[in-house]
């Protein structure tokens, strides 16, 4: 990390003792691995919860992932697993699966992501865990409904993605090449989809007295979340017509060209509209050519609304279009790339990434909760672990003495990794 790209870096301090958020007092056994459910759990864990993260022997396959300063410990990983702590068990082996049930005793949360099925044969299905513990949530995060012809089935992001007809829609709208959201668009709608339902059934249990087994599949959930959109006319019985959000599928919706690059405009009310065409010297516009005249026209038009806008916007640098359009009163923001989004100055005034120290990693990059809370805010506790970072401590937790742990790690049935802040620093 270069000297310039810290300075406007926030540090932000990370600390055990910081705020620990609305859900403290939670404790949540995190069986997940990837990103669907480590996303989840993360935001369990942002908001205050003890998450501890069950990892196999070879750990979680994200900590591979993207480039890193010391094996296991990637980028995606680093992003996913803050505030956890990492301990290893081998759950075939019996004293591994014994640890794993005893953290479950006053667990509020066991959430995993493999299929159901593998779950049983581990002896832990929903009924054997609740006989362990009524009052748990237990929630999988996995790909299908378990009532359907899919329901042992694997699935991954791009899968689901294209079977939600998420790639259908973008081939539609660019030109008929089908292509996947560059982004794990699925894991992560699904995994706050999972935060939503888990929060939930916590709620249910306050009331109730009694957990609960919730199941979030991904199949199910990304068609919902894309078909609102694009359901159309087929919600109707008989079909209005074949679907599809007209305006979301132009061609033409993309970021404006610039002289200099491009903006990102939404010229969408009337009243938008009429201050926009004021400063640009068209007041008349809306009431000359019907196409303009009213919401309903400019979607039933809107490949040539968007086409009007595409050529308008060659003609002014994007300074200048940000200016005229914050007089106009339209929504708007520059089209950023992954250097310019770090300088954005509201970003930068709400101190939403911070270059913080991690004790193995050095200076790294993280990016704050989105949400505040005026009297419940949390801090950073913990950076994401090393693998079994944690093991010794929540084995000692739960009444194992010194003599028990070592004699499972010399089983294999657990592993325990260990922080070393001596590795080399980049230069800040």
Known sequence: MHKNECANQSMATVSQDSPAGPLEGLKVVDMTSVLMGPFASQMLADMGADVIKIEAPQGDLVRQIGPSRRDGMGPVFLNANRNKRSVVLDLKHPDGIAALKRLLEDADVLMYNVRPQAMARLGLGYEEVAAINPRIVYAGLFGFGQDGPYAARPAYDDLIQGGATL??????????????????????????????????????????????????????????FVL???????????????????????PERRPYRTLDGHVCAMVYTDKQWRGFLREIGRESLMQDDP???????????????YGFLASLFLEKTTEQWLALLERADVPSLPMHTLQTVLQDPHLVATGFFATVEHPTEGPIRS?????????????????????????REVLGQLGYGEAQIEAMLAAEAASAGSVNSSIPKANT
Do not use: C
């Open 291 to 305: 196409r303009f005249s009213t919401y309903v026209e400019r979607t039933r038009h809107v490949d040539h609304v």
């Open 228 to 250: 609102g959109d694009h359901f159309g006319g087929m919600t109707y019985a008989p079909p209005l017509d074949a679907g599809g959000y007209a305006r979301q599928l132009s």
């Open 367 to 391: 990016m704050r909760l989105p949400m505040t809370w005026q009297r419940n805010n949390p801090g950073i506790r913990r950076l994401a672990p090393s693998l079994g970072e944690h093991t």
């Open 167 to 224: 790639s259908h829609w973008i081939a539609q709208s660019s030109g008929g090449i089908p292509r996947y959201v560059p982004t794990a668009m699925a894991d992560r709608t699904v995994g706050l989809t999972g935060v939503g339902a888990i929060l939930a059934t916590l709620y249910a249990r306050e009331r109730t007295g009694r957990g609960d087994k919730v199941d979030i599949p991904m199949f199910e959930t990304m068609v919902a």
